[in-house]
């Protein structure tokens, strides 16, 4: 469970103080349930999911564009890009 609630932080780009701070519940509770030293009470982990999904679907539905870069954006991104 705790690497399913980690696994949600990352793919809503959450930090975990701007979800204790959404659900008005301290930090250190939110650390508490990343790393398993606290349950996540189910009504959290539903709430997550269906955030999840929703961003999901807006993804789904309206990708990300893709930018072409610059031979010089390329090269600072991937300093490999020549070889």
Do not use: N
Not at 24 to 36: K, L, P
């Amino acid at each position: 469970m705790p690497a399913e609630f980690r696994q949600y932080l990352a793919d809503l780009h959450w930090k975990p103080a701007e979800v204790a701070r959404v659900l008005g519940v301290e930090q250190i509770t939110v650390r508490r349930w990343s790393c398993g030293t606290s349950g996540i009470p189910p009504e959290i982990t539903a709430w997550m999911q269906r955030i999840a999904a929703e961003v999901r679907a807006v993804f789904a539905r309206h990708p990300v564009p893709v930018i072409r870069r610059s031979r010089a954006q390329r090269l600072r991104h991937d300093p490999h890009f020549l070889d």
